[in-house]
């Protein structure tokens, strides 16, 4: 395995494991992304009057 190889595993293993911050709520960030849709998707919908 090359060096640059190496270097990057450690770091994305940590990712896919799950290696997230302990201050941030999953319910939270969820709740947040869908009320930042909602608001595009009504934003959207307003300007597109056909």
Not at 3 to 11: G, H, I, K, M, W
Not at 18 to 27: D, K
Not at 34 to 47: E, M, S, V, Y
């Amino acid at each position: 395995m090359s060096n640059v190889a190496a270097t990057a595993l450690t770091p994305l293993t940590t990712l896919a494991e799950g290696g997230n911050h302990n201050s941030l709520s999953p319910y939270l960030t969820g709740f947040g992304a869908l009320g930042a849709l909602l608001l595009l998707l009504w934003i959207t919908t307003r300007f597109n009057r056909d």
